[in-house]
Every structure is written in structure tokens, then in C-alpha cells.
């Protein structure tokens, strides 16, 4: 059975940072590419950042600078470092493992970031 979790969301003032994981079990974990979403209230669910199996990175203009994604195969876990946070942050965070047969998303971890 195919599990995927994230963690490491909380309350943050503006300018601060958080580091957010994503682990998944039950699937060959360096043999895929996994991507971390976001959907803030009232939103839409959006890309945020991706990270290739081979470790190339790609993020949504909003958060250049400013988010880290990562991969630690051995340990079946993703990172997702954030810095310099801002308020319009403030979003449920999904860690998605994309599959051509249907992605795997995980239940969410939530960052609130205070002004």
C-alpha cells in the first residue's frame, strides 16, 4: 500500500522559515519524481515546487529565492526549506507523487504565516 505523509507545517511570523517533509512509503521512492502543491483558502490548488529523479529542481515564480526543495533517497524523504515566508504563503501544503496510472497525494501539512 502506498503511503504518502508530509509534516512540518505550523504558525510562522513573516520573514521566517520552515521546513516541511514529505516521506512515502510502498513505491520505489528514487525512481520517481515528486512535487509539492499548495492551496491557500479560497484558492486553487498550485504547483509550487518539483524535484526531478535525477535532483533537477524547478519552482513557481513566487517562491524563487526564496524555497529549497530536496531528496534524500535513503530515506524516502523529500524537503521542502522555506525562507523569508510572507503571509500570502499561508496554504496547505501536499506533497504529490505523479504516476501516469494516477499521482499519490498526501492528507496536507498547514503553514499559517503571521504579518
Known amino acids: 500500500q502506498v503511503r504518502v505523509a508530509e509534516s512540518g507545517g505550523g504558525l510562522v511570523q513573516a520573514g521566517g522559515s520552515l521546513r516541511l517533509f514529505c516521506a512515502a512509503s510502498g513505491i520505489t521512492f528514487r525512481a520517481n519524481a515528486i512535487n509539492w502543491y499548495r492551496q491557500a483558502p479560497g484558492k486553487q490548488r498550485e504547483f509550487v515546487a518539483a524535484i526531478s529523479v535525477g535532483g533537477s529542481t524547478i519552482y513557481t515564480e513566487s517562491v524563487k529565492g526564496r524555497f529549497t526543495i530536496s531528496r534524500d533517497d535513503a530515506k524516502n524523504t523529500v524537503y521542502l526549506q522555506m525562507s523569508a515566508l510572507k503571509p500570502e504563503d499561508t496554504a496547505v501544503y501536499y506533497c504529490?507523487?505523479?504516476?501516469?496510472?494516477?499521482?499519490?497525494w498526501g492528507k496536507g501539512t498547514l503553514v499559517t504565516v503571521s504579518s
Open positions: 504529490n507523487v505523479p504516476r501516469s496510472n494516477g499521482d499519490y
